[in-house]
Structure formats: structure tokens, C-alpha cells
């Protein structure tokens, strides 16, 4: 999967947060979601224009900037 294809961020809409191609839904709205348990069909009950590709993209976007940044883990 690349992400790049379904994700997209441009400066006149939503200020530059990133989102799914062709609509006004953010990724992070998405990755929140996940993390407190949401499945996929509850996202496409919630958010009905979002693209079936849409949670794929935002889990493999995740992993890259999880690869390109260091995030400081307490023990």
C-alpha cells in the first residue's frame, strides 16, 4: 500500500492537516479512532465518504513517521 496514493495535505484545506484524498476527513481523526478500538465498519458508519482504502493508508502513513521519528518512551 502506498499511502502517498489516498493521503494528501494542501494549505487551503483544513490548514494543511493531512487527510483522505477528496474529502475533508483528517488521518488523525482516523488513527484516534483505532487506537480507542473502533473497527473499520464503525468508521464507515461514522464517516460514510470514507474511502475503503482510507484505514489502510493511515495505519501504513503511521508506521513511516513512527520509523522517521524518535518519541521519547519513560520505563
Known amino acids: 500500500m ?3 496514493d489516498h493521503i494528501v495535505s494542501t494549505p487551503d ?3 494543511g492537516a493531512t487527510r483522505f484524498r477528496g ?5 488523525s481523526i482516523v488513527l ?4 480507542t478500538g473502533a ?3 464503525e468508521l464507515h458508519a ?3 465518504t470514507l474511502p475503503r482504502e482510507a484505514i489502510p493508508a493511515a ?3 503511521a508506521a513511516d513517521l513512527a520509523r522517521d ?3 521519547p518512551v519513560t520505563a
Open 46 to 48: 461514522q464517516y460514510p
Open 23 to 27: 474529502t475533508r476527513i483528517p488521518v
Open 59 to 61: 495505519l501504513a502513513y
Open 13 to 15: 484545506t483544513l490548514h
Open 69 to 71: 521519528r524518535i518519541v
Open 39 to 41: 473497527t473499520a465498519e
Open 32 to 35: 484516534e479512532n483505532l487506537a
Open 2 to 4: 502506498r499511502w502517498q
